[in-house]
Nanobody
Framework: QVQLVESGGGLVDPGGSLRLSCVAS????????MGWYRQAPGKQRELVAT???????NIANSVKGRFTISRDNAKSTVYLQMDSLKPEDTAVYYC?????????WGKGTLVTVSS
């Protein structure tokens, strides 16, 4: 059973930065495509960024140039570096792992961007 545990959320001022981490256990992390999704209050969950097992990344247009996804296979961890944060980035951020037809989700970490 794969488990994903996010950390790093919190309250930050507009223009600030946060780094989210997601540690995976129970699977072959290096083989997974990992991703970050977010869900704002009253909105549907949306893709933020993904990174394949080979390191190719896909970043949503809404955060391109501000967010960076990376992974450390030795630590079974995927990161989301978030810079120049805006109030509209406020959401619960979820870690996602995919391997063939299997999909796994973490429980989420709340990011609030407000002064």
């Amino acid at each position: 059973q794969v488990q994903l545990v996010e950390s790093g959320g919190g309250l930050v001022d507009p223009g600030g930065s946060l780094r989210l981490s997601c540690v995976a256990s129970g699977g072959i992390f290096s083989a997974y495509t990992m991703g970050w999704y977010r869900q704002a209050p009253g909105k549907q969950r949306e893709l933020v960024a993904t990174i394949t097992s080979g390191g190719s990344t896909n970043i949503a247009n809404s955060v391109k140039g501000r967010f960076t996804i990376s992974r450390d296979n030795a630590k079974s961890t995927v990161y989301l570096q978030m810079d120049s944060l805006k109030p509209e980035d406020t959401a619960v951020y979820y870690c996602n792992g995919k391997y063939y037809t299997s999909t796994y989700w973490g429980k989420g970490t709340l990011v609030t961007v407000s002064s």
